[in-house]
């Protein structure tokens, strides 16, 4: 599976819209990736300039982010790089814009702590592994 693994943090508050398409939602925000390093010779810390990438995510992983992080928060994301170029109207040259296709992802343990609230499945028709209920 061709999947990468960001940590970082959220940048301004992520923005939830539900597609024309299908009505599913659809998360989008960005994330940066701070890295700072010792410099031995000034013996002090450095910092690079942050990586920020953009990330959305779709249906419950969108609802359930939303719900869950917010700008600032430290957060660990799971996901494909995906091509989202464009061309302007009226232009020769296209935009080049990467973005991470999120398939998990959520706070980063590391830097905050979580109250894990479990929203129930819906069942479906066909599985056969079903709960069975008491009467």
């Given at each position: 599976?061709?999947?990468?693994?960001?940590?970082?943090?959220?940048?301004?508050?992520?923005?939830?819209?539900?597609?024309?398409?299908n009505?599913?939602?659809?998360?989008?925000?960005?994330?940066?990736?701070?890295?700072r390093?010792?410099?031995?010779?000034?013996?002090?810390?450095?910092?690079?300039?942050?990586?920020?990438?953009?990330?959305?995510?779709?249906?419950?992983?969108?609802?359930?982010?939303?719900?869950?992080?917010?700008?600032?928060?430290?957060?660990?994301?799971?996901?494909?790089l995906?091509?989202?170029?464009?061309?302007?109207?009226?232009?020769?040259?296209?935009?080049?814009?990467?973005?991470?296709?999120?398939?998990?992802?959520?706070?980063?343990?590391?830097?905050?702590?979580?109250?894990?609230?479990?929203?129930?499945?819906?069942?479906?028709?066909?599985?056969?592994?079903?709960?069975?209920?008491?009467?």
């Open positions: 599976m061709n999947e990468i693994t960001l940590a970082g943090n959220v940048g301004k508050a992520p923005e939830l819209l539900y597609s024309e398409r009505g599913e939602p659809v998360l989008r925000f960005s994330i940066a990736q701070n890295d390093y010792y410099d031995r010779r000034s013996g002090e810390w450095r910092e690079n300039k942050p990586v920020w990438t953009d990330v959305v995510a779709f249906g419950d992983l969108a609802q359930n982010l939303f719900d869950s992080i917010a700008a600032g928060d430290a957060v660990i994301m799971i996901g494909k995906v091509d989202n170029s464009f061309t302007p109207t009226g232009q020769d040259h296209p935009v080049r814009r990467t973005e991470l296709r999120a398939q998990a992802g959520g706070p980063d343990l590391r830097r905050a702590t979580a109250t894990v609230t479990r929203k129930p499945r819906a069942e479906r028709a066909s599985s056969t592994t079903a709960p069975q209920t008491a009467d």
